[in-house]
Every structure is written in C-alpha cells, then in structure tokens.
DNA sequence: ATAAAAGACTACTAAATCTATATACTTTAT
DNA sequence: ATAAAGTATATAGATTTAGTAGTCTTTTAT
C-alpha cells in the first residue's frame, strides 16, 4: 500500500496541475479542497519542492506551484520522492533496493522472479503516466459519470 | 511492500510444494531451511491450515504438507490469506477495500482510476502464477545461473 | 516601518502495525 | 508412558506512519 503521503502528494500535484501557469496556490487551499491535514501538507509540499518538483513563494500572495508542466511530472517520480516502494520486495527495488535476510540465493529465488515481473508491469504504468493523464483521465471519467 | 509473513509463507510453500507427495515436512525443518523464526512460521503455517491450503499431522513423525497440488495454489491465495494487499490503494482492493477518507468522489478520482490499472496488472500475474510454476521458474533459474 | 500573510524548519508524540517470542496445551507414534 | 510435533493465545519490542506544535524567515501591503 502506498503511504498517506505519497496519495497526498499525488492529489496535490493533480490540482497543482490543473492550475498550472496560474498564480501560486496557498497550502490551505489545496489541504481543504483535498482534505488532507494542513501540517502535514507543508511538509509534503516542501520535500517537493526541495526535490525541484514545485517552487514556492513567502508572503501575502504566495504559495505553491509546478516548476514544469504536469505532463512532465511522472507518477513513479511522486512515489520515489516520497519514499512510496514500487516494488513488492525489497530485493526487487530499483531504487531502495535491499537484501532479503532470510534469502540465500537472490538469483535463483523463484518468488523474486515473479515480483520483478510485477514490478516491471507497475513501473511499466507509472512511469507512463504523468500528471496531465491523470487530469485528463479525471476530465472523462466526470464527463462519464455525468451521463 | 509485502509483510515478511506474506514472504515466509511463500517461500514456505514452495518448500512445501518441491516435497508435495512426500512425507509431511516439519516446522523446524522448514524454519532452519529458509531462515524463518520457527515460532513466527508457526502460525503462519496455521493460518494456511485454518484455510484449508495445508494439513497437518501432530506428533512423532508429523508435520505439515500441501493439501492441493502446487499447480493448483495460485500467489494471489497467498497474499490475501496472508494479509498481503495487492492493491496499492485501499480504495482499489477489491478483496480488502476502503473507502480513502480524503477523496471526495471515487468514481472521477484519476489517481485511483491509474491504481486500477495497477492492480489489473499485477492481480494478472499473481493469478496466473502458481507455486508449481515458482518452483519451474527456480530451475530453470539455477541452470542459468550454474553456466 | 510595521503588521500580517505565508512558507521553512525542527522536534515531538501518538497510534498503528509488524515481527518475534513465551507459555501452556493437545495429539500421536512407539 | 514419553517424546515429538503441532495448536492456541498472549504479549512484548521495534519500527513506521501520521499528525501536531512551535518557532523562525521572508515577502507584501499599508
């Protein structure tokens, strides 16, 4: 399962997405609008930024904002930068890779095998998919679910 | 991540699974085999029981094997008796789902709409996956490796 | 110049979950 | 009868996650 903060980075790049170019968005915006606790979103939104991800602005008149257009912004980037695990074993991490203890033979485990095939499915998807598909998959499903 | 309950089990059941036919196969000799805590793969090895994937003998010369044949025991069986969750968002299991408290309206949420997706491919594998084909993949693995 | 707005930074706490161990009991083979 | 082996429940310890609190810094408006 991903964590609470990897899902509230996602849904505040998402409505950091739909006004991207606009002015900067204040935090309590996005937290109300996206129910996640305020607090909490501060510092989500500043590993972001530190990660280059989202400038932001001080004072009256600030806020948060993309630095490049959210269909630049992949979805695996948002997992990895919020310590979100793609993989379902450790052994099989790209990027947070470690050993499995009790293993003795990484390369010839057969149930490792099978996770860097899961792996390389999910990476497949979320490494896809930026920002702008999920806004624009968004924009459908509303139109669907309107009708 | 997968728990390492989800992982023992697995791994156990592979052992379980190369040793189907046999004589039922002991705790301990499982638990030292693969580097198990014995205590912790004992009720992981009683959960499977209660679950009807394994039987058990008690006493001397006892112990425990697979009730099915390992062609028949699919990973996906594994990760839900185990607890392990498949989905990467509550919302999105469909053996395990929960409403996410943030969203405000599943049906036009784009980031679940892309974790559907996710879960269809890694839910793909995982049931088409059997214990018989890990303990495949292993040897051919270790012929691989061996040249 | 000053006050208010808004983010930056650090520390901490509470809760949940995971991993593992301990203890006592039951069944079965010899 | 005894030893081997699983059954069952409780609990402890460790780790991670989620969230809160408080103070500091920068920027803008007046």
Redesign the pocket.
């Known amino acids: 399962m991903l964590?609470?903060?990897?899902?509230?980075a996602l849904k505040a790049l998402v409505v950091l997405g739909k006004n991207f170019g606009g002015a900067?968005?204040?935090?309590?915006?996005i937290a109300s609008e996206e129910h996640?606790?305020?607090?909490?979103l501060?510092?989500i939104?500043?590993d972001m930024?530190?990660a280059g991800l989202l400038y932001?602005?001080?004072?009256?008149?600030?806020?948060?904002g993309l630095v490049k257009d959210p269909a630049e912004i992949y979805m695996v980037q948002v997992l990895r930068l919020t310590?979100g695990p793609v993989a379902l074993l450790p052994c099989v991490s790209l990027n947070f890779y470690q050993k499995c203890?009790e293993c003795t033979n990484e390369a010839t485990c057969g149930v490792r095998d099978v996770f860097v095939e899961v792996r390389n499915a999910t990476l497949k998807i979320l490494s896809e998919t930026s920002i702008a598909d999920v806004i624009n998959r968004e924009e459908i499903l509303i139109k669907n679910f309107e009708e």
């Open positions: 964590s609470k903060k990897t899902r509230y900067p968005m204040q935090i309590s915006k996640i606790p305020k607090k909490f501060e510092q939104l500043l930024r530190n932001s602005k001080k004072g009256s008149g600030g806020g948060y310590g203890d």
